[in-house]
């Protein structure tokens, strides 16, 4: 404790020196709580101002799909190169050492698999978000779908508890059969989960029109990698999507269902962090395989 007396008074105040004032590196987030930053600032590179998160949380609605029978030996030997995990709190505790120390984004709600109605879900409670000091809670939501209603409560009320908590909120959109991929419905999928609170969206890539998806979301956006790709056409993706102001990757099956998945997420990080077209990451994809 310090004493009463016997300090050096103090004199130097820098009162010609105006303090600094610097703007968030990430769209939308100027306003929000310090913990929302600080895991942002994990979850993002400050320096590219993108990420690449690895996804594999698929067996929550699929089971054991191709390249996740097993996470120890399919996804551990891919942490080291992601930014970010998305992952199942189940598998998180049992498959994931805790010294990998990688930021998680949570799969925060949890319902129908791929034998019923998809998206009639619930969500997690926020204390064990907290345990396992998840970085984002990442919820699902069904814009035109049948539980619409149900799964815009479950992104509001993840807001809610995540900003309560300093905890960001990653809306995820989720495109069914009937529901068209195109600019019009991603850019209201999007714009709608940002209204409603979360802190960044992933989406799907859309060919025509998909910067004017990226310019009408006020928070960032990544995209999904979605179903298998060759990949020389996933890089292809990737890179679309960051020039046309995507934010990064959360890429699952096109990484771990990869003929060389180690070899893939360095390409991916290529494009997304180096600035690389995607010709020449299928060059360095191939070269490393």
């Not at 007396?5 to 709580?33: Q, R, S």
Request: hydrophobic share 40%.
């Amino acid at each position: 404790m310090a004493d009463a007396t016997g300090n050096i008074e103090a004199n130097d105040y820098g009162l010609n020196i105006p303090v600094k004032k610097e703007a968030f590196f990430l769209k939308g987030l100027d306003h929000v709580d310090w913990g929302i930053k600080d895991r942002m600032s994990r979850i993002f590179n400050p320096r590219s101002g993108n990420t690449v998160m690895l996804a594999f949380d698929h067996g929550y609605i699929m089971g054991p799909t191709s390249g996740l029978e097993r996470i120890d030996l399919g996804i551990l030997p891919l942490v080291e190169y992601a930014d970010c995990l998305m992952c199942s709190r189940g598998v998180l505790r049992s498959c994931i050492p805790p010294q990998v120390n990688k930021p998680i984004s949570l799969r925060f709600s949890a319902g129908t698999t791929v034998l019923n109605e998809l998206n009639d879900e619930c969500i997690l409670g926020i204390d064990d978000a907290i345990r396992i000091n998840a970085s984002a809670l990442a919820i699902m939501v069904s814009i035109g779908g049948q539980y619409e209603g149900k799964t815009i409560e479950n992104l509001v009320r993840t807001a809610d508890l995540g900003n309560r908590y300093g905890i960001p909120t990653l809306g995820v959109t989720a495109v069914g059969k009937e529901l068209t991929r195109d600019a019009r419905y991603l850019g209201m999928a999007t714009r709608v989960c940002a209204e409603n609170g979360a802190t960044f969206v992933k989406t799907y890539y859309c060919e025509k029109d998909f910067e004017k998806v990226t310019a009408a979301c006020p928070v960032p956006i990544v995209i999904a990698g979605g179903k298998k790709l060759e990949e020389q056409d996933a890089l292809k993706l990737a890179y679309c999507a960051i020039n046309e102001g995507a934010s990064g990757v959360d890429m699952g099956r096109n990484v771990f269902q990869s003929e060389n998945p180690i070899s893939m997420i360095k390409a991916v990080r290529g494009v997304v962090h180096e600035g690389m077209t995607a010709d020449q990451a299928f060059e360095m994809y191939k070269d490393l395989s």
